[in-house]
């Protein structure tokens, strides 16, 4: 049987009986405080009281004992013996006391609370957080409130109950479930009780929310640095901005600062990098890295953007990167644009000039400046017609070769003859005009000159498509064969100077454009058909590409007379042949592959092949071969494969047959527990022609709280096609809850 009794009729009854209770059942009182004429709010919502006895020992003070449980507003307190105040809210608990509210559970033997403010104190505490699941004990939790804790001498760890690998102890720790951050002082981190950190002062999140505070120090070390040791510092500024500041300290070079701020606003968004080595012990020169990426949206159809890069010397990247990407990088952009976007028509404007960085070994040319670059574009539908027009005015600069200004206006005009969807044709007609002003560092005196081209293509194709059941799945089975004629009359165009233009790479989406150059400076003469024949297995119910199959070639008809390079043959009117295989071969397997051969020599100019293996995450096996004939030739083979249940290996080997050399070896191990995981990379990659640098990671991330080392994790995405980082933060279940 139980009782339910509110505050008005305990008073009545208490004017007649010093004592009411309940013994062997459950009383469940009502605690009212609406006839006290108390201020209004949040706090009267009422209380209850659960208890196998129940006692009235003054008008104001409740005693309830046996299974004690006391419900206010999302908060539980369970305790053997409680003694309540109605007048102050005052709640004192004894006896294996558990407190639930707000994602926080707590237990102890002794809490002193009020119910309204919710500021009181609870001695010997073990808590838990619902945030991350964390877990932790302590001398004494102090509640300010339903939001916030402070925890006196507190032991603190993610790893689940009856795992104590790795513990931060401090001699306070603040916990905000509003922010979901942890504040700790005095602290130091055990890792298998061997202390490896002390911080005065650090933060934590309690969620995947970004906070300011000092991340994970960063150790490490480089044949060109030697020990290194980076200490970033975290600045959440705002929401939507925040910034990195991160000293980076190198027993050989010195202490350098890096600095990282992003940004993002309705209209906007960039990032800036400030990276500075003041003084390097080994060139004895100031080291200085800036860039400045900035796009912003004006309004009206109309934005503009930013991007411009600066490092102090050509070595730069070479000596201080220890990522692929950035050794690798030649010329740096500086460029600002101011682009419209009208509907059927679209306008740029750009500057733009470049910063060479130089490999003594193996010097490149310096790219022109364009000062300026504007662009018009168009397409509008006209009486069933697609009407286009391309232009283009650029005023190239180059300190010692040819400058000059380059006008470019293309309008065409396409008709789709036929336009259903399993047959298409289109005639398109357009006119190509080109003029050259030439000025500064015209050494070979080279004439100002017009050149006017008329471009006429046709472009046709079928899709057939037929069921098919394979293996007992639906598939839907696709035909496509294309057609795509060109023609482009000859003109001479030796006198004519190369600012920006190179060959194009023979490929499918190549094939059917109508220039073989990138670049308005060549324009091919053609007269030419393009085949292809594409075949594509299609899931019958959800219509995902499992395999594609594509083969093509372009016949001309007359020896093609524009080329950048002396062509091989002296006639060659048959194109190389072009094959290529790719999808998922099975739901584990998957290939893509290209093959190029060359029929008039009877050899292969180019082999792609890549196949994949992942039958799960955390397991996946790369293979790639490269070949292009007299230039390149690579074995790449990656992985990422658990060798038990905690130990995984990652390894890659990237090598050069074709200059007998490594381009890049990286091998790894990783050691994952429940609640930490420990990683050993070592990576040794090409930096120049001549010059190859080593790079060791060795990181323990503590799940949840820090990370100590030198991260390896960007090498190894970078690296290993369809890495996946195994650790997440552990999940606890109900049942390991405080009880």
């Not at 503009?304 to 990522?323: C, E, I, K, P, Q």
């Not at 190029?596 to 096996?621: I, M």
């Not at 990659?685 to 080392?709: D, H, K, M, P």
Request: hydrophobic letters at 40%; aromatic letters at 10%.
């Amino acid at each position: 049987m139980h009782f339910r009794l509110n505050l008005v009729a305990f008073s009545l009854l208490y004017a007649f009986m010093p004592v009411v209770y309940a013994e062997g059942e459950v009383l469940l009182l009502k605690l009212d405080r609406t006839f006290m004429n108390l201020p209004k709010g949040d706090e009267e919502t009422p209380a209850f009281i659960s208890a196998q006895r129940v006692e009235g020992q003054t008008e104001n003070q409740i005693v309830a004992s046996g299974e004690v449980e006391v419900r206010k507003r999302g908060q539980a307190i369970f305790a053997d013996r409680v003694i309540y105040q109605q007048l102050s809210k005052e709640l004192v608990a004894d006896g294996a006391v558990r407190v639930e509210q707000n994602g926080i559970k707590m237990q102890g033997p002794h809490v002193k609370l009020n119910l309204d403010t919710n500021i009181g104190d609870m001695t010997k505490p073990a808590f838990q957080l619902a945030a991350n699941n964390s877990r932790g004990s302590a001398d004494i939790l102090h509640m300010e409130g339903r939001q916030k804790y402070t925890v006196q001498n507190v032991a603190y760890t993610i790893c689940p109950i009856g795992n104590d690998d790795w513990m931060l102890k401090a001699s306070q720790l603040e916990i905000d479930s509003a922010r979901q951050v942890g504040v700790a002082r005095n602290a130091r981190v055990e890792f298998l009780g061997v202390p490896i950190l002390y911080m005065p002062w650090m933060d934590f999140s309690l969620s995947d929310k970004r906070q300011s505070g000092f991340l994970g120090p960063v150790f490490g070390s480089t044949a060109k640095s030697g020990t290194e040791v980076t200490l970033p510092y975290y600045w959440n500024i705002a929401p939507n901005r925040d910034a990195t500041i991160a000293p980076r300290a190198m027993a050989k070079r010195g202490l350098m600062l890096n600095n990282e701020l992003r940004y993002m606003g309705t209209n906007y968004a960039g990032e800036a990098h400030v990276d500075i080595l003041p003084n390097d012990a080994l060139t004895n020169s100031t080291r200085l890295r800036t860039s400045l990426k900035h796009v912003q949206n004006l309004g009206y159809g109309f934005n503009a953007s930013t991007n411009f890069n600066y490092v102090s010397d050509h070595a730069y990247f070479r000596d201080l990167s220890n990522t692929i990407s950035s050794t690798s990088l030649t010329n740096l952009v500086r460029e600002g644009v101011l682009s419209y976007g009208g509907g059927w028509w679209n306008a740029a404007a750009r500057m733009q000039s470049y910063q060479t960085l130089q490999d003594p070994a193996a010097p490149v040319v310096e790219p022109y400046r364009r000062l300026p670059q504007i662009t018009l574009g168009a397409l509008r539908p006209v009486a069933g017609s697609n009407m286009a027009f391309t232009g283009e005015f650029v005023n190239f600069s180059h300190p010692t070769a040819v400058s000059g200004q380059r006008l470019v206006m293309y309008p065409s005009v396409s008709y789709p003859l036929i336009a259903t969807p399993s047959f298409y044709v289109t005639p398109k007609f357009g006119v190509h005009y080109t003029h050259y002003s030439l000025g500064a560092n015209n050494l070979g005196a080279l004439p100002d000159t017009n050149r006017t081209l008329p471009i006429v293509s046709l472009d046709s194709g079928v899709v057939l498509e037929r069921d098919w059941n394979l293996g007992g799945q639906n598939y839907v089975q696709t035909l496509e064969p294309r057609a795509y004629f060109l023609y482009i009359p000859y003109r001479n165009q030796n006198l004519v100077p190369n600012f920006d233009t190179a060959q194009a790479d023979f490929n499918f989406a190549q094939m059917f454009t109508e220039n073989r150059f990138f670049g308005s400076d060549r324009i091919g003469d053609a007269k030419q058909v393009t085949l292809s024949l594409t075949s594509r297995l299609l899931e019958a119910n959800t219509g995902a590409e499992r395999l594609r199959v594509a083969i093509g070639q372009r016949y001309s008809f007359k020896t093609p007379l524009v080329n950048l390079v002396a062509p091989e043959v002296a006639t060659n009117n048959k194109s190389d042949i072009l094959l290529a295989i790719l999808g998922r071969i099975t739901p584990k397997w998957s290939l893509n592959s290209a093959f190029q051969y060359n029929p008039n020599q009877a050899r292969e100019e180019k082999l792609n092949v890549g196949a994949r293996y992942q039958p799960e995450s955390g397991k996946v096996l790369n293979l790639g071969y490269r070949f292009t004939r007299d230039s390149l030739r690579q074995v790449d083979i990656s992985t990422q494969w658990p060798l038990s249940r905690r130990w995984s290996a990652m390894a890659r080997w990237n090598y050069s047959l074709q200059d007998n050399r490594i381009l890049e070896l990286l091998t790894g191990l990783e050691y994952n527990e429940s609640c930490w995981t420990a990683r050993l990379v070592v990576q040794r990659f090409a930096t120049a022609t001549n010059e190859l640098s080593t790079g060791i990671f060795a990181q323990l991330e503590l799940n949840g709280l820090v990370r100590v080392g030198s991260d390896p994790l960007n090498a190894l995405r970078q690296s290993i096609a369809g890495f996946t980082k195994l650790n997440q933060a552990p999940v606890v279940s109900s049942e390991q809850g405080l009880r």
